[in-house]
């Protein structure tokens, strides 16, 4: 029997895993698919010597996250790469915002779109170097995070405060409104707001389009070198070396829970895997919740916030093999590793928009990667690895295409949207079609099926709204990783601080879980389970 069981082995299962073996314990880490890495790893899918990142590519929450710098994944193996230039976001009117690594030279991007942009923007990105470490120190501590709270509040002084939590909630257009004059900022940062779901009309994303954007500048967006597998690779040998153990092609299908307590998992093909102190599902919460431990054991009222669960938009992903870089109208947007499509701020609300109504968008936004312009190990010297995907909605009502596109996601529909993401391209790099050597597709329905978490393709374990963020991620209670099941511990990107590639929720997780271990049994479960009856 080990001390802790681990279910999923994406980022937050195998960071939960190594901060359990840090501390001594013994960890199984059981894996559904034939490989570590979830949502992180890379393969040779498209074409020989063409390395694709099948799920996630550019990493600046990794870089900024304190969990994964503790864990030292250089010593590992781990190796970043840089483009030249961070994002790119070409405009219709054939003018290019630029997000650039040096601070003045985006400044002047900006400046070129509306004079004093440039400056807004340097006082922006010296004011988040300020915030920095005490904002993250408190999204990667158990809720509530009250050291890093009161060192940010003490930066802030009380008026900054207020205002900075009015910041928090404002939708992007409002906030870049009041900040700037120009469109080249609002779109920049609008491109980086749409790595949610959320929109520029929508409550929250100005904060997530700045945090991004302020990563970017300040850190950029940087690549593993060798593939987005090396990053997994780097976690998996730290862990083995600390004597914890990974079994793939396990599919847990049922958590033994025993008197109100966790007391291991089962496999579907019948293998029970016993936890002596913790379980930890790195999984999303409503295939945890309602189908690995079942309303049984669950206090209705959770079972019923269940049912109100927000997910977060489903995606079609393209992954190319170019026979060479892609014929961007504006050279500059060959420079960088990101480049966001789909037109301004406005147009984007409009993609957005059509998304909030279930119809799926008849303009994509696409985030391309442009995989060997950030690391030429990528693939052979003059090609591209390149890589787009768009978003669609979870249930469809609609399509503001002519293909008719209904949700049943067969080769049809989703060849539908590849031929929008490609029309995308074409529009600012005519005959880009022509270099395509070879494809390989996600449809929402291919992308749960290579990884149960992505729920029809959803990136993030459930919305970023503001509705379902902090004490009320994954459901309204008390923002931690404790269950109403004893012992066991949500460890994924549906549970605070959210999704991306960062470990938080996994590192929550496990120091949350080495914390409660070590405080006496009765004593601790009465106070958990008091909790537990005030907020269910
Ligand atoms: C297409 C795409 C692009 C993205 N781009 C970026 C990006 O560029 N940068 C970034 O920071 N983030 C990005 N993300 C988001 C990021 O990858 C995720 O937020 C992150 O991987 C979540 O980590 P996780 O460990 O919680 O879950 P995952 O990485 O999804 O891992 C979950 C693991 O659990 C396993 N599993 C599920 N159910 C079971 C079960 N019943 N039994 C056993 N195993 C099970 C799965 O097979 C999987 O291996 C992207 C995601 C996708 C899909």
Redesign the pocket.
Known sequence: MVDAVV?????????AANVLADAGWSVVV????DR?????KSAEVTAPGFVN??????????VASPVLAALRLEDWGLRWSHAPTVVAHPLDDGRTVLLHRDREATAANLDAFAPGDGAAWLGLVERFESLREPLLGALFRPFPPVLPAARLLRELGVAETLRFARFVLQPLRRWTEESFNGIGAATLLAGNAL?TDLGPESAGSAVYGWLLAMLGQTLG?PVPTGG?GTLSDALVRRLRDRGGEIVCG????EVIVRRGLAVGVR??DGTSYDARRAVLA???AP?LLT??VGPEHLPARLVDDLRRFQWDNA?V?VDWALSGPIPWRDPECGLAGTVHLGGSVDELTGYTGALSVGAVPARPYL?V?QMTTADASRSPAGTESAWA?THVPQVVHSDQGAAGITGRWDEREVQAVVDRIEAEMERQAPGFGELVMARHV?GPLG?QE?????FR?????GSAAVHQQLIWRPVPGLGRPELPVDRLYL????AHP?????GG??AIAARVALRNAGVTGPLRRAALHAAFRAVY
């Open positions: 279910i999923g082995a994406g980022p937050n299962g195998l960071v059981l894996e559904a698919a570590p890495g979830g949502a992180v990142d099948l799920f996630s590519a550019f990493y600046p929450l990794a790595h967006f987005s396990a599919r847990i299908s496999a579907s790195a999984v999303d295939q189908h690995l995606t992903k985030i990667g995907y996600f992308l290579a990884n149960d978490n992505l393709g959803a990136l993030n374990g460890a994924s990107s549906s959210g999704g991306g590639v960062h929720p996994g």
